[in-house]
């Protein structure tokens, strides 16, 4: 029977014609290169759009709106958000108050960059910025979460290596000398939970503190907040994108690894 893959630890050698190898035992690095850079890409051009849209379309022509996640409020006048008629609601407003809006109406790319808003984002006029009069497709949280997606393929870009495996990948974001007691102690996945709670925690802790109680962050509360997340987002899709065990010709023990560690295949012994 064979387990899971486990680091174990052996030091080192490299031949002298190898000194030129990546950190992971391979020759390149090109493609998590290239992962990285169609992650932070992406997340670029939609944090980008986020903020040109409302600026090049006519001034005021987006009024304030208040949706909801997770479905399309503002299609058509005939939309979910524009026919809503009462205020303090927990979801929407009366929106006959503030104007009637369509993305429907605008042009292709207005009309994608709102759409993705209007499906992703509650849009809630309170938690959202104006540019042009125009309120953003995206509520304030969203855009420190995209500015993160961004900051972590960039990073991923240049710093991340395929190490086989998704946790051991996501580690090779941090240099080995730091990496060689969890190595050493094989404590790979408590360090990936313990960074993933590092990020997460504070949009978590804003997010339920707004839920639960009467607390209300402001707009740079928010900010701050959604960018760890999104960073530790794009940080993670870099990871899981590359990891790639045929790169090592299916030999695990190929892995360069901090502390001198090796994979190796451990198998049971089984009593008759």
Not at 37 to 47: K, S
Not at 173 to 196: G, Q
């Amino acid at each position: 029977m064979i387990h899971p893959l486990q680091p174990e630890e052996k030091h080192i050698r490299l031949d002298p014609f190898e000194i030129n190898m990546e950190r992971n035992g391979l020759e390149s690095r090109s493609r998590e290169r290239k992962v990285g850079n169609w992650v932070w890409g992406i997340f670029a051009f939609f944090l980008i759009s986020f903020f040109l849209v409302p600026a090049y379309l006519p001034g005021d022509s987006v009024p304030d709106l208040s949706g909801r996640a997770n479905a399309i409020d503002y299609y058509s006048e005939d939309s979910w958000g524009n026919t809503q008629t009462e205020d303090g609601e927990k979801v929407g407003h009366n929106q006959s108050r503030h104007g009637l809006f369509s993305w429907g109406e605008l042009d292709p790319y207005a009309a994608f960059i709102y759409a993705f808003g209007d499906l992703n984002c509650h849009n809630k006029e309170e938690r959202s910025w104006e540019i042009n009069g125009n309120q953003m497709p995206v509520c304030v949280r969203d855009i420190g979460i995209f500015l993160g997606l961004a900051l972590g393929g960039f990073i991923f870009s240049r710093r991340g290596l395929n190490r086989w495996t998704l946790r051991d990948t996501f580690l090779s974001l941090f240099p080995d000398d730091k990496l060689e007691s969890i190595y050493r102690n094989n404590h790979r996945t408590r360090a990936v939970v313990i960074i993933a709670i590092i990020f997460i925690l504070p949009m978590a802790l804003d997010g339920f503190t707004q839920m639960l109680t009467a607390y209300e962050s402001n707009a740079m509360m928010r900010l701050l907040t959604g960018m760890p997340f999104g960073i530790f987002l794009g940080l993670f899709i870099g990871s899981s994108l590359s990891a790639r065990a045929s790169f090592f010709s299916n030999n695990a023990g190929s892995v360069i690894l901090p502390s001198g560690s090796r994979f190796t295949m451990v198998a049971e012994s089984e009593e008759e």
